[in-house]
């Protein structure tokens, strides 16, 4: 089991920057794939970011390309979304996810986070 818990949710205004952190405990997340998803009020969960184990390999949804930035940190088990020039369409829940194989797709994800709330004001 992998227990994954996101911080680092809150409002902020359009433009501004936000990082969120995903803690992992519970077997190591040497074999996992990492990603990020959100979800807004009436929509699907979406896929935004994953990175590969070893960082190396990492995809982004176009919605968010050149303005987020997803990495990881194996040695502290820790995932973070770095989340520049928000937009009042990020607003959503953001969730962590680990998954193995790789993959970018919600219904193939392994293990999910409990959530963190991001709202973006105009």
């Known amino acids: 089991q992998v227990q994954l818990v996101e911080s680092g949710g809150g409002l902020e205004q359009a433009g501004d920057s936000l990082r969120l952190s995903c803690a992992a405990s519970?077997?190591?997340?040497?074999?996992?794939?990492m990603g990020w998803f959100r979800q807004a009020p009436g929509k699907e969960r979406e896929f935004v970011a994953a990175?590969?184990?070893?960082?190396?390999?990492?995809n982004y949804a176009d919605s968010v390309k050149g303005r987020f930035t997803i990495s990881r940190d194996n040695a502290r088990n820790t995932v973070y979304l770095q989340m520049n020039s928000l937009r009042p369409e990020d607003t959503a829940v953001y969730y962590c996810?680990?998954?193995?194989?790789?993959?970018?797709?919600?219904?193939?994800?392994?293990?999910w986070g409990q959530g963190t709330q991001v709202t973006v004001s105009s």
């Open positions: 996810a680990a998954s193995t194989p790789y993959n970018t797709a919600p219904s193939k994800v392994n293990y």
């Open positions: 519970g077997r190591t997340l040497s074999s996992y794939a």
């Open positions: 990175i590969s184990w070893g960082g190396g390999r990492t």
